[in-house]
């Protein structure tokens, strides 16, 4: 299995440079981000529980879910926790602007934001 996209945050000293990873000694990755817009992952999500993915992130094309492990399984929540900035609400407001504005254009106006919320 494979995710869109993976991060490690917390970790990412550790896994710095690695080019393979075997998850029975080495940290798994902060935050999984799914795109389903042809086909849906939550049947992936009991993998990434057994994993210990602490976050995933799930783009349906028109609205964002982040859910984050808790108490052995994965809860819907309203912020992340591994990048607490950062809110439904404000990560689906910049995906909306895809394609409406430049990705150069795009990614200063977050930056812009980042350092405004900070």
């Known amino acids: 299995m494979e995710p869109d996209e993976?991060?490690?945050?917390?970790?990412?000293?550790?896994?710095?440079?690695?080019?393979?990873?075997?998850?029975?000694?080495?940290?798994?990755?902060?935050?999984?981000?799914?795109?389903?817009?042809?086909?849906?992952?939550l049947n992936r999500f009991t993998i990434y529980e057994s994993l210990k993915v602490r976050e995933i992130w799930r783009f349906n094309g028109q609205d964002v879910f982040i859910y984050c492990l808790k108490d052995g399984g994965y809860q819907e929540e309203s912020y992340s926790?591994?990048?607490?900035?950062?809110?439904k609400s404000v990560i689906l407001t910049f995906l909306k602007k895809r394609g409406k504005i430049g990705e150069n254009a795009l990614i200063r106006e977050f930056r812009q934001w980042l350092n405004n919320n900070k």
Request: aromatic share 10%.
């Open 6 to 41: 993976c991060y490690y945050i917390s970790n990412e000293a550790l896994i710095r440079d690695k080019i393979d990873f075997d998850f029975t000694i080495d940290p798994p990755p902060d935050l999984a981000i799914e795109i389903d817009i042809t086909s849906s992952s």
């Open 81 to 87: 926790q591994v990048l607490p900035i950062l809110s």
